[in-house]
């Protein structure tokens, strides 16, 4: 936030930032679509377009109000396929990017970056340094490769890479898939590493309303840990093996399995509480009404009474929609990420969000949970080699967060099949009447 309030990155308003995207990709998609489909060549991993947007407008582009700019596309076809193999159609992706503004998220990371979530929720663009731009570029083959050889995957679904170019300043951008969707409300929200080297949610982030918190508070808040039917654990920690696998290969380090956790108990006794706060407040007005010196006017107070009814039934309906939307991305809820050959029980509760991985808590609350690993794009190849043995002389090498790949991936895996889920017998995603 700069001094006049204005929210900016690289100095640069967040306003120009996102409408200039949501230019710049209606372009590239626009443009794309007279390009015949084709198969994937190499060189479709390297190329890169360039596209000036001045004010005025020229003859591929519109007028428009932000300063003028200019919008790099990198590898246009290549991402055009990845979108295709996630199913995701070019007016779908136009929609969602571009049909109505952004919204940006605040950040719990430390590196700077921003993030922009988009209407419907589908999308996430983040901004990645120059770095982890070039790393990405360079990781594509092997990205295509790893996604055709391997659709149901916890590795983030990379849609587009950009760089928006204003003021003799670059900003890059990534488009991925969001994990979290943000009509389910977050009980918790962990960003796991398998490190226990200062991991945990600095002070700030804990008075946030809806904070990050890391290892050493998991530990705190579920000593021991999260349970998942037996078939489930085995998927996902199959899943995730894979994907360190793959993540050791290119030398990738310090990305995270971000874990969001749905509490269906604690949402139910919310509602609970929601309803008697309502007719609560709905028996407070009735008998100020009853106690008012002057007969109130009654169409009035039979009409606010009725358009909160009818305002709440709306929301309810509206919720239950979106709870059990079909995601427009293909196998990108959790729950399909981690099942390939398992066949998916559809949830017939009305009150249960699709999509997520049922699980219980140590005291036996029915949990939702939505996963997936983010920030892939530190390769240790790159930058790591100095810094490694640099700390290494300082902390022990066990617990430093930086550290070679393959025990970093070793760690990850063993935190995550050991420390944060657990194995238990199958049960029922609904209380049975023996308990409690
Ligand atoms: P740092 O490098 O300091 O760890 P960063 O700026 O690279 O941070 P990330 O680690 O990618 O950022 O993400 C930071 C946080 O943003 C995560 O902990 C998570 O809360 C949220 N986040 C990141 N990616 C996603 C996603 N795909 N869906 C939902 N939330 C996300
Ligand atoms: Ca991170
Ligand atoms: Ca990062």
């Given at each position: ?24 990709i209606?372009h590239t998609v626009g443009s794309l679509a007279s390009k015949p489909k084709r198969d994937l060549l190499m060189k479709d991993f390297w190329e890169m377009e ?22 790099k596309v990198y590898a246009p076809i290549a991402f055009r396929y990845f979108r295709d193999l996630f199913g995701i159609a070019p007016d779908d992706f136009l929609?969602s990017m ?24 589908e999308f ?12 990405l570029q360079k990781l594509l083959p092997g990205y295509y490769m790893n996604l055709s050889q391997n659709p149901r995957t916890?590795l983030p679904k990379f849609f587009g890479l950009y ?11 990534v488009a991925m898939n ?68 793959v ?81 427009l991305v293909a196998h990108s ?104």
């Open positions: 936030v700069d001094e006049g309030g204005e929210v900016t990155y690289k100095r640069i308003q967040s306003k120009q930032i996102m409408g200039s995207i949501q230019l710049g209606q360039t596209i000036a947007f001045p004010p005025d407008g020229s003859s591929i582009t519109p007028a428009h109000h932000y300063s003028e700019f200019r919008f929609m571009c049909a109505s503004p952004l919204r940006q998220l605040s950040n719990p990371g430390a590196s700077g970056s921003i993030f922009y979530l988009t209407d419907d929720d996430i663009i983040k901004t990645v340094q120059k770095k982890e731009c070039e790393f916890l760089c928006f170019h204003y003021n003799a300043k670059n900003v890059r951008l969001n994990l979290l969707p943000s009509d389910i409300k977050m009980h918790a929200k962990y960003d796991l590493k398998g490190s226990t080297f200062r991991r945990k949610a600095s002070k700030t982030e804990r008075q946030k309303a809806s904070p990050t918190f890391k290892d050493l508070d998991f530990m705190e808040h579920h000593p021991n840990g999260i349970f998942l039917e037996t078939d489930k654990y085995n998927a996902l920690i199959k899943t995730i093996q894979r994907d360190c696998m993540l050791e290969s290119f030398q990738i380090m310090d990305y995270s399995l971000l874990v969001g956790i749905h509490n269906l108990d604690l949402a139910q006794k919310e509602k609970r509480e929601e309803r008697i706060r309502n007719a609560r407040a709905k028996l407070q007005r009735s008998e100020e009404v009853r106690e008012a010196p002057e007969p109130p006017d009654f169409d009035q107070t039979m009409n606010a009474g009725s358009t909160t009814a009818l305002q709440s039934a709306g929301t309810a309906l509206n919720r239950s929609r979106s709870m059990n939307r079909q995601r809820t959790a729950l399909e990420s981690i099942t390939a050959d398992m066949d998916i029980p559809m949830e017939e509760d009305e009150d249960v969000p699709a999509g997520g991985i049922p699980a219980r808590s140590e005291n036996d609350e029915r949990l939702i949970l939505y996963i997936g690993i983010i920030d892939i794009l530190q390769s240790y190849r790159l930058e790591k080699k100095l810094e490694h043995t640099f700390k290494s002389i300082i902390y022990n090498g066990d617990t430093v967060s930086v550290c070679r790949p393959s025990f970093y991936a070793q760690r990850f895996q063993n935190f995550m099949g050991k420390t944060v889920f657990k194995k238990t017998p199958t049960f029922p995603l609904k209380h049975s009447p023996s308990k409690r």
